[in-house]
């Protein structure tokens, strides 16, 4: 039962994985052919990123055929064989479903410029004012106005994300029929569960324009709302018929609005991503950062182990910068790395590791804005150019939040290329490629790798690591220490988050030391992690 509450789950960003055909894309034959990587971690399941036929606006998020693979990614023969044998390795396949809304591409939206198609309301089209104003005044994710006006229906069309991401109309019965079918498409080929992208804005009630905020104006009309929920449990009535898993990504909630999306008597999704936690360094909108503060991430994360029942655990993914820079620390990249591990594979919850961050890659090393792809970035860029923001800052912001600084490919090897292709990156390989690498991580028993492996199988063998109750008994300025039990069995975590040593009064023996400890009398140098076993 629930076999994801005692499985790791690793996320595959395809396009930076693995090559196999020297054009510099990675593809599923590449996935493949590293199976047995993630098998050596542990994995018992893989969130792919979206693979499906797309133009690529958004890398894969912008979707044109749901029941087709990107041809840049391989054939549908290569994504069934991915589901075979990563079946026979014990690995499930988790898709991403993208339904908030398709690429302009989408067969859907070509016809529903049409007013007189079956497909005219699949999409939000609207009037513009007479004075020539958008239909409201709402804004976007990516920093840019939401609608696009259409010549050919002469009216526009919303998008909470890029122009090419039209978002779908749900007061439309059929557009739920249409996802109904794409479900059970993926569910008879053997997929195992979806990852829901921005799932808790589907829908929207009305199109009103609402009190200007200083970002995302409008959201009070979609975030989170009832419509939202009655299309999340229709949508389980058919995942159940095959025992499917989800993961909602969930944008601005709070514990209870999580609850209320994955509280298993909701019968809506299992889990959610929420951003709290990411959002830590920040004032209100990434763009800003702020100090990173250990003693209101700690906080954060008790409220959200104690609030849920279960979660997603999560320090990486697609969208963020990676981990060690931002909540540990370059200078000490190793054993920063290693506390991250232990943090995200010892507290309550679903941990959800993305690629790379098992050999502690860091940011993208790049130095100017065309060594960038992501669409987010660049609209960004813009956006700050048209409030005169002065190149350097406009230049800091980007290269400290871009997208792309997770995107690069995975680092298989030293080398230009890092093993990752024999052709042309689509993104670049990090110059750091020499010093951070699998290659070289295999053959050394106290690397970053060989920590997240020794970590994921004492999970594995540790009922109190999986399922165990959570329990906080300190969050300070630097120092968190954690309690997991089950029954008889308990475990102490105590994790230093400073440069600086500290020192904490919890004991047990030592399970595990990222300085190679087997006695822990309380002081602790920087950034060591320990697990304790209570005795
Ligand atoms: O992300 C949704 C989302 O909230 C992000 O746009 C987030 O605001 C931003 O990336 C933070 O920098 C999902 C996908 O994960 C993302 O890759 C897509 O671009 C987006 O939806 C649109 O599908
Ligand atoms: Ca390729």
Redesign the pocket.
């Known amino acids: 039962m629930d076999w994801w509450k005692d499985a790791v789950i690793y996320q595959i960003y395809p396009r930076s994985f693995q090559d196999s055909n020297g054009d510099g894309i990675g593809d599923i034959p590449g996935i493949i052919s590293r199976l047995d990587h993630l098998q050596e971690l542990g994995v018992g399941a893989i969130w792919l990123s979206p693979v499906y036929r797309s133009p690529n606006a958004?890398n894969g998020?912008d979707i044109s055929d749901y029941r087709e693979i990107n041809p840049e990614y391989g054939t549908m023969e290569d994504m069934e064989r991915l589901i075979r044998e990563a079946g026979d390795r014990g690995i499930r396949i988790i898709m991403d479903l993208?339904i908030?809304?398709t690429s302009t591409d989408h067969y859907w939206f070509r016809q529903s410029r049409d007013k007189n198609s079956p497909y005219a309301d699949y999409y939000y089209w609207a009037h513009g004012g007479a004075d020539g104003s958008l239909p409201n005044n709402w804004t976007g994710?990516?920093g840019e106005d939401c609608w696009e006006f259409d010549p050919e229906r002469c009216e526009y069309y919303l998008h909470l994300?890029a122009k090419s991401?039209a978002d779908l109309n749900y007061h439309n019965p059929e557009v739920l029929e249409e996802v109904k079918d794409i479900l059970r498409f993926w569910l008879r080929k053997g997929v195992a569960g979806f990852r829901c992208?921005?799932i808790n804005i589907l829908w929207k009630d009305s199109l009103a324009s609402s009190r200007k905020r200083l970002a995302l104006t409008g959201s009070e009309h979609y975030l989170s709302l009832e419509g939202t929920h009655k299309i999340l449990r229709e949508l389980r009535e058919v995942l159940d018929e095959y025992g499917a898993m989800t993961v909602g990504?969930t944008?601005f909630v709070s514990p209870q609005q999580a609850r209320d999306l994955c509280g298993p008597e909701r019968k809506e999704l299992n889990m959610v991503f929420s951003f709290e936690h990411m959002e830590c360094d920040q004032y209100f909108l990434?763009w800003f950062k702020r100090k990173f503060r250990p003693r209101v991430f700690f906080e954060c994360l008790t409220r959200w182990q104690k609030e849920l029942h279960w979660n997603a655990v999560y320090l990486e993914?697609?969208?963020q910068p990676r981990s060690i820079p931002r909540f540990g620390s370059e200078k000490y990249w190793k054993e920063s790395g290693k506390l991250l591990a232990t943090l995200e594979l010892t507290l309550r919850g679903t941990p959800f590791l993305y690629q790379g961050q098992e050999i502690g890659m860091l940011n993208f090393d790049f130095t100017r804005m065309r060594q960038l792809n992501d669409v987010?970035s660049k609209n960004v860029e813009k956006v700050l150019r048209r409030f005169h923001i002065p190149q350097k800052l406009r230049w800091k912001i980007i290269k400290r939040?871009s997208?792309d600084n997770a995107r690069t490919p995975f680092q298989w090897e030293n080398g230009p290329r890092g093993g990752f292709t024999d052709g042309r990156p689509w993104l670049g390989v990090n110059h750091n490629c020499e010093t951070i690498n699998l290659a070289q991580q295999e053959e050394d028993p106290d690397s970053i790798w060989s920590w997240y492996k020794a970590l994921s199988a004492l999970r594995r063998e540790t009922g109190a690591l999986r399922r165990g109750s959570f329990e906080q008994l300190e969050a300070g300025n630097q120092v968190y220490a954690y309690q997991r039990t089950l029954g008889e069995d308990a475990y102490t975590v105590v994790l230093n988050f400073s440069n600086r040593p500290a020192s904490a009064a919890h004991r047990g023996d030592v399970v595990m030391s990222n300085y190679g400890r087997e006695q822990f009398d309380g002081q602790m140098r920087p950034w060591e992690a320990v697990i304790l076993k209570v005795k």
């Open positions: 958004d998020y993208v908030n809304h994710f990516f994300f991401q992208d921005v990504e944008v990434k993914n697609h969208d987010e939040t997208r």
